[in-house]
């Protein structure tokens, strides 16, 4: 089973390495690494240029214009490959080295077409100082009526879902995540599952 990850940067220098180094620790290694940079005029892309060769072919990029980083992230699905695609925003980094074999194992596991999670939000200077833990466990389908919604920065879905309901809707301009998650589990309702 293989994880799509997609990266959307512009001018990112100075995050991206934290996360490009967070997916190399992986102990899972059945994924591919997909970096859509909007035309960054920063170091972002030679970044991206220095840690292609670490990724030994895993890694893919492209680096021009786009309409913002929804449309990124659909160009990130649309170059996906994988069985199931997630999303490491370029200042995000996974926290241990078994994030991906868990969202692995729980696919494996069950019937469900999503898994979301927990994230930490730290302090930009000091990585390790967790500042506030988003706990995802709460989250139940009804409460998207009153705009709650899993961690998305931890939702890892099929992406034959992704085909068969669609991704982001650009007409969002800084709400198509959530329209996204609604759209996908309360009026789809695919299967999901929460990982602690």
Known sequence: MKISIITATYNSEATLRDTMESILRQTWQGYEYIVVDG???????????????????????????DRGIYD?????????TGDIIGILNSDDFYT?????????????LGEQDAVYADIHYVKSDDVTKCVRYYSSSVFRRPLMRFGLMPAHPSFYCSKSIYEKYGCFDTSYSIAADFENLLRLIFIHRIKIKYIP
């Open 39 to 65: 035309a960054s005029t920063d170091g972002t892309l030679d970044i991206i240029k220095e840690y292609e060769p670490r990724f030994e072919g895993k890694m893919k990029y492209v680096s021009e214009p």
């Open 72 to 80: 990124a992230m659909n160009k990130g699905f649309s170059m996906a």
């Open 96 to 108: 241990s080295v078994d994030v991906l074999q868990t969202i692995v194992g729980n696919f494996l």
